[in-house]
């Protein structure tokens, strides 16, 4: 499994954008999904999950309303879309993979991508 996540950049308060996860592996569709991020000085924060099929999410409650995780399984891609930032969303961004857990808890997961950075000012 190897993840590759990109889209993260410089916006404003308010502004959107989204994320994209993309697992080279051919066997995407058996992996939960998940991103994660982390401040400058902060630990690893869960942001949200999802499952297998796409069926159920989990977000953290600082997120609840404002991000949504989708997944395309055709493109082996996972999804976070990404509104109303606030500077405190300032952080870089994991994205991570695991067989056999869907959750928030970020020592589950066995498989992480290189972390793309996203920071809102105000």
């Known amino acids: 499994v190897q993840l590759q996540a990109c889209g993260g950049g410089l916006v404003q308060a308010g502004d959107s954008l989204r994320l994209s996860c993309a697992n080279s592996?051919?066997?995407?569709?058996?992996?939960?999904m998940a991103w994660f991020r982390q401040a400058p000085g902060k630990e690893r924060e869960a942001v949200a999950a999802i499952t297998w099929s796409g069926g159920m999410t989990y977000y953290a409650d600082s997120v609840k309303g404002r991000f949504t995780i989708s997944r395309d399984n055709a493109k082996n891609t996972v999804y976070l879309q990404m509104n109303s930032l606030k500077p405190e969303d300032t952080a870089v961004y994991y994205c991570?993979?695991?067989?056999?857990?869907?959750?928030?808890?970020?020592?589950?997961?066995?498989?992480w991508g290189q972390g793309t950075l996203v920071t809102v000012s105000s």
């Open positions: 991570a993979a695991d067989k056999s857990y869907v959750g928030l808890a970020p020592k589950r997961y066995d498989y």
């Open positions: 592996g051919r066997t995407f569709s058996s992996y939960a």
